[in-house]
């Protein structure tokens, strides 16, 4: 029997890159397929190319037994549908809307129907609200169907996209890093929801994933493809994959990840006597609208020191960073800047005196290049030609991967290399207070292990950082403090090792996670991170 999805010997090119270079998969009816490989080893472009969003340069794909359409509307209708590795949602619209969205194949209705409101027009819509409220209580949606996106928790954009995707009734699904900024239970879920949907008889579902969560991967999938440098390396079973030391190495080596940097040791905040903090927080509420989402926040951060601030979704996290560069607005308290008020300001003004924050979706401009990315990031800085290129090549001896790729556009890249330029584009504004929410998301564990050294060294350069994480296993030996946030409130704050309890962790944070056999020193968080299984897989390999 021929496969559902054959994809063979794909090749493209941006500029000079190679994204993809022999790269192939075969999918069959009914099964769940795994991608797996490290950051830039060209997994999305190849999600890509299979939906249309990107122009196939080589190779031959076809679906159903047909060569598969050029462009993403034809491609939708022939039945693949997909999520994206950023959030790719509505903002103005509420979750049931976005959802609802997904239906455009089947819909029939037409743009003179839908403005006069006919009869057919209204029985449409009402049978897509149906199918949409379905589709949201399956995967697990754990708000008012007509909450506003703007202000949900990212794990709950993440459920809403799958959901979108499945009211397009697709035969095969294509999922980039779905699991990305869930909790471990939420993980669960999906994963039983995707098994759920496979099995159902009425729609059978082939489902094609990309996901850094190898332990997810592993216990989901009915085969695995990994890839290295754009190319196939190896397709098998699940247990095929995990013995295979080829699979191993492109994972933990360390070719083109920045150079390990050491860990400092911790110590105290790095405030002289009479010095205000860098950043203040007192009894801050923030929210939106009637909405407090934050209440009572107390929070200091001094010259050079790394705060960590950790909890599960929707615990408000997100809103408690946004709310300090202005958006949205503190609705009550204050913060301070070196002992000034800065609530009042405007985003821009906030930015201006030293802040910087780099959200959870990376925050670059997809259609422009990283050289690109990077001056419009100095606007407002007045800075002379041989200012900002003296900034520049500063920042690529850090990033040197962003060099090699200075004339790509930024929406080509990988999830590392994203990150990498989220970082430089906060970094050539030379900031005070640097704010990373949720910044290992989507990251091989090569790249995190990567991007703690370069936290580690920004801290070294005097700047002060602020890390907000699920996954806090990378990032709390290199913290001064950390705070558990519940419900918008800290519930405990002080050293690290503390405060990530592994009990508090488990009731507050992980839910059901059996952390029993772990090492006291990395508890229940790295139980469930991206490394765990792979280093695992490394010492059955090598032994030890």
């Known amino acids: 029997m021929s496969a559902l999805l054959e994809a063979s010997d794909l090749r493209v090119s941006f500029g000079g890159v190679h994204a993809l270079d022999g790269f192939s998969v075969a999918v069959d009816e009914g099964e769940i ?3 797996i ?35 993403p509307h034809l491609i939708a209708q022939a039945g693949i549908g997909r999520t994206f590795q950023s959030s790719a949602i509505f903002p103005d619209l509420t979750a049931l809307e976005n ?17 006069v409101r006919s009869k057919v027009a209204r029985a449409e819509e009402a049978e897509l609200r149906r199918m949409a409220s379905v589709w ?60 759920a949907l496979r099995s159902d008889s009425a729609h059978p579902l082939s489902i094609l994933l990309v996901e850094h969560n190898v332990p997810f991967i592993f216990s989901l ?102 709310a300090l560069v202005g958006q949205p607005r503190v609705l009550g308290g204050q913060v301070l800047w070196f002992g000034e008020r800065i609530d009042g300001l405007s985003v821009s003004q906030i930015v201006r005196k030293g802040l910087a924050l780099v959200p959870q979706e990376r925050g670059i401009i997809s259609e422009q290049s990283v050289e690109a990315n990077l001056k419009l990031s100095t606007i407002g800085l007045r800075l002379r030609r041989a200012e900002y290129r003296a900034r520049r ?18 929406g080509t890249l990988s999830g590392g290399e994203r990150q990498m330029l989220a970082l430089a584009k906060a970094l050539i504004r030379r900031p005070k207070l640097l704010v990373l929410d949720e910044p290992s998301i989507g990251l091989a564990p090569t790249i995190v292990e990567a991007l703690a050294g370069m936290v580690a060294d920004i801290c070294r350069d005097g700047i002060s950082v602020i890390v907000a994480e699920q996954n806090v296993w990378w990032v709390a030996p290199l913290a001064q403090r950390a705070y558990l946030l519940e419900s918008g409130k800290f519930i405990a704050e002080g050293a690290p090792e503390d405060v990530i309890h592994r009990e508090r962790i488990l009731e ?37």
Not at 99 to 115: A, E, I, K, Y
Not at 147 to 176: C, N, Q, W
Not at 511 to 521: Q, Y
């Open 393 to 410: 090549d500063s920042l690529m001896e850090r990033f040197p991967k962003l060099w090699e790729r200075r004339t790509q556009i930024a």
């Open 136 to 195: 949201l209580e399956r995967v697990g949606f754990q708000f008012p169907h007509e909450a506003p996106v703007r202000a949900l928790p990212f794990g709950e954009h993440r459920k809403m996209e799958i959901a979108r995707a499945l009211m397009g009734k697709p035969r095969l699904l294509l999922l980039d890093e779905p699991t990305a900024g869930l909790t471990p239970t939420e993980v669960h879920l999906v994963g039983r929801l995707l098994k």
């Open 221 to 322: 999938c009915d085969r695995v493809t990994a890839v290295d440098k754009g190319a196939t390396i190896v397709s098998g079973s699940p247990a095929e994959i995990r013995r295979h030391g080829g699979v191993i190495q492109s994972y933990l080596g360390n070719e083109g990840a920045a150079e390990p940097q050491a860990v400092p040791r911790r110590g105290e905040t790095h405030l002289a006597e009479g010095t205000p903090p860098v950043l203040e927080m007192r009894q801050v509420e923030a929210g939106y609208g009637r909405v407090k989402v934050i209440r009572g926040i107390d929070l200091k951060v001094g010259a050079g020191e790394l705060i960590v601030i950790c909890g599960r979704n929707g615990a408000g996290k997100s809103t408690l960073l946004n």
């Open 33 to 35: 397929h795994g991608i």
């Open 99 to 115: 959802v609802m969205c997904g239906g455009h194949r089947w819909s029939r209705t037409g743009l003179f129907g839908c403005m």
């Open 37 to 71: 490989g490290p950051n830039g080893a060209g997994k999305t472009t190849a999600i890509n190319v299979l939906t249309g969003f990107v122009k196939l340069h080589g190779g031959r794909v076809r679906f159903g037994g047909h060569p598969l359409p050029g462009r």
């Open 508 to 544: 507050n944070f992980l839910g059901e996670t059996d952390t029993d056999e772990m090492p006291p020193e990395l508890g229940p968080a790295f139980a469930e991170s991206p490394g765990a299984e792979i280093l695992s897989a490394q010492r059955d390999v090598h032994g030890g």
